[in-house]
C-alpha cells in the first residue's frame, strides 16, 4: 500500500519550489499536487492524457474548452486529453489533487 499525507505533500512541494509535485507514478495514472496561490496565473497547456482534477482547498474557477465554473473545496472535474484549459480568478489559494491516465509525461 502506498498512503500520503496532504500536508507532507504540500511541504515537499513547496521546498522544491515548484507548483507541482507528482507523487505517484504507475503503469496506468499519475498523481500529483498543483498549487496555485491567490491572484496567479495558470501557465498550463493541453495534455496528451485524460486528467481528473480534485480541489483540496481555495477558490477560483476553471475553463475547459468553452466552458467554465467555480471551484472550491471538494470540486472534481474532469479535462480530456487534448482539451485547452485553465484556472483563474484565483481568489484563495488553490491547492488540486491531480490524476493523469495514462501517467503524464
Sequence with gaps: MKAFRLEELEAERAAHEG???QFLRERNMSVGL?????????????HR???????VSGRGAITVGEET??????????VP??????FHHISEDL???????????
Design 49 to 55: 492524457q485524460d486528467e481528473v482534477y480534485l480541489v
Design 95 to 105: 491547492r488540486v489533487m491531480v490524476v493523469f491516465s495514462p501517467p503524464e509525461g
Design 69 to 78: 465554473t467555480m471551484v472550491a473545496r471538494g470540486s472534481v472535474v474532469y
Design 34 to 46: 498543483y498549487a496555485l496561490d491567490a491572484g496567479s496565473t495558470d501557465p498550463q497547456k493541453p
Design 19 to 21: 507548483a507541482y509535485l
Design 81 to 86: 486529453a487534448g482539451v485547452p484549459h485553465r
